[in-house]
């Protein structure tokens, strides 16, 4: 049931570590492709993909698993180029970090016998590019399946096996409820990293501890990937931050009012939602 | 130069860590004060303190160096305390991460020659008591001491050597201006972390990700320890706040409408305040 020629379409940190991670559970010939040249030399140098394609439609002729994991804001267009040049029975699947828009863009548009389920791995780093991919990236992580009514229940039982075979846990739910879900545990999080970062004055980097420094780790990310993500999901996003607003707001009633009883039941609220989270640094 | 008796007054992370990093700089005679009996108790048994001492007057009246690592509302009275207990020529000082305050109520209430500064050494955990106490916490970690026209110098260079054998370094402000920076690079960061954390619906825990729980990790902080220091420093705050608020304004009127040149040049903001800061997850 494992691939037997994979195209990875975007061979970064998450396309680059699928390969590593590939290569892992025998053998499969991986095709690559990507926009950027250097991207893809690195890739053939570590081993990631055993041939470079010109394009999608190139690589999608040799596939029977496609997986982009480009910017958000190419894959709807690459998967619908690659479903055109496909062989029926191909899996197409992708790793955005948002999926309606692209699920929405994609469902219903592709030819007979040619299909499609939306993925997000659970899994990234503020790195780029795969001289940081690393093969256990996706081990114990969360992989999110985005399948609609319109989806072959077949597709997304291959991408399931196809995951759990790279060691990561599956879970279905809606487009939808993806990208509300993800515009508050990821998107937000994002953005209120790179504002906390941004408002920082270069005079201050020397009183900066080990708190500011991981709440603003992921600051340090691809500017052009992420502004992709932010607007792809920002409705979800911006209800996200109002509902982060209305926590502020009661912060700021409370010290500005010196009502010790409440800032201290707010930070209690912190730390109880914090603590089942393991992990981070 | 360094201490003869050196009096910590709370023997939690960091006074525990003081204790443990002075061990290594040779003998001296270590006395305890807490008013938690276990926290004291573990403090003997780890061997961080010789002796425990019952309050901080009976301490005081031994030492030469005391060391205030309380609650950051309690240290002014205890230095108070202290000061009227001690012997002239005992050096008083604190870790206490808000200075104004202290300072303001400390300066001209000290006996004649018992001397005193603020300090604060950036350098902590979201963990609590001398359990993970660390004898290399201070180590390249920055001290700020906060002297004001009426501290005595003698006193200033003593205790800057005292953290210099621990391996800190050291630097002088006023404590306005500590308060008004860490308001910043500390308070405000730790306010977000607990804003985010406790807005996080207990059905998403599993959909958070290393972003998410990095930016998250100091909300699991001592919601008393907190309430304080975000009270006694809150103009302050209110301001870094209001700056943050601004900055969170310019994302969402970008958002709203779908402006990517402006989202891409706040992350790319965000980014390059970032990069110069070693260190996180």
New interface residues.
């Given amino acids: 049931m494992k691939p037997r020629v994979l195209a990875i379409v975007g061979v970064g940190l998450i396309g680059g570590s699928v390969g590593l991670a590939v290569r892992r559970i025998g053998s499969v010939r991986i095709l690559g492709v990507d926009r950027d040249a250097d991207a893809l030399r690195l890739a053939r140098q570590r081993g990631i993909v055993d041939e470079a394609c010109a394009d999608v439609a190139a690589a999608a002729r040799l596939a029977d698993f496609i997986l982009f994991c480009s910017p958000v804001d190419t894959i709807a267009e690459q998967v619908l180029a690659a479903g055109t040049a496909c062989q029926p029975g191909t899996i197409l699947t992708d790793t955005g970090s948002t999926k309606e828009a692209i699920v929405r863009a994609v469902d219903g548009r592709l030819p007979a016998g040619v299909t499609f389920v939306g993925g997000h791995p659970?899994?990234?780093?503020e790195k780029q590019g795969s001289d940081f991919a690393d093969p256990e990236l996706f081990r114990n992580?969360?992989v999110?399946l985005t399948p609609t009514a319109a989806t072959d229940q077949m597709t997304v039982a291959r991408v399931q096996a196809f995951w759990e075979s790279l060691g990561a846990r599956v879970?279905c739910t809606s487009p939808q409820e993806h990208d509300r879900?993800?515009a508050?545990?990821?998107h937000?999080?994002?953005?209120?990293?790179?504002?906390?970062?941004?408002?920082?004055?270069?005079e201050?980097?020397?009183?900066?501890?080990?708190?500011?420094?991981?709440?603003?780790?992921?600051?340090?990310?691809d500017?052009?990937l992420?502004?992709a993500i932010?607007?792809a999901n920002?409705a979800p996003?911006?209800k996200a931050?109002a509902?982060?607003?209305?926590?502020?707001q009661e912060?700021?009633s409370a010290?500005?009012s010196?009502d010790?009883k409440t800032?201290?039941a707010?930070?209690?609220?912190?730390?109880e939602?914090?603590?089942?989270?393991?992990?981070?640094?």
């Fill in positions: 659970l899994a990234g780093s992580r969360l999110v879970r879900s993800l508050l545990t990821s937000l999080p994002h953005l209120l990293a790179s504002a906390l970062a941004g408002i920082l004055p270069a201050l980097t020397d009183l900066t501890a080990t708190g500011f420094r991981d709440m603003t780790r992921i600051a340090d990310s500017a052009a992420w502004s932010l607007l920002r996003i911006l931050l509902k982060f607003d209305g926590r502020l912060f700021r010290l500005a010196g010790r800032v201290h707010l930070l209690t609220a912190g730390c939602a914090r603590r089942p989270l393991q992990g981070g640094a």
